[in-house]
Nanobody, 123 residues
């Protein structure tokens, strides 16, 4: 069983930066593709970014491409999401999860969701 804990969220002004962390316990993350998703109030959970096991390939939603960077440190069992040039529309609860197969962009193809961390961007 894998437990994922996200942290690093907070309140930031538009144009600012945050770095989110997702730490795993219970099992190593190194053999799994990992993803970040977000969910704003009243909206469905949406894909943000994903990274393959070795970190060799990264995938991004068009809305964050060029502003967000996903990375991982397998020695620390941690996945990161560096978020720069934040916009008010980035406000959401951010979740990390483990890819289980299928589409990297689909929440239902992920498991072991963390509790999420709130990101609020003020204008």
């Amino acid at each position: 069983q894998v437990q994922l804990v996200e942290s690093g969220g907070g309140l930031v002004q538009a144009g600012g930066s945050l770095r989110l962390s997702c730490v795993a316990s219970g099992r190593t993350l190194s053999i799994y593709t990992m993803g970040w998703f977000r969910q704003a109030p009243g909206k469905e959970r949406e894909f943000v970014a994903a990274i393959t096991q070795s970190g060799g390939r990264e995938y991004y939603a068009d809305s964050v491409k060029g502003r967000f960077t996903i990375s991982r440190d397998n020695a620390k069992n941690t996945v990161y999401l560096q978020m720069n040039s934040l916009k008010p529309e980035d406000t959401a609860v951010y979740y990390c999860a483990r890819f289980t197969g299928g589409s990297r962009y689909t929440p239902s193809d992920y498991a072991y969701w963390g509790q999420g961390t709130q990101v609020t961007v003020s204008s």
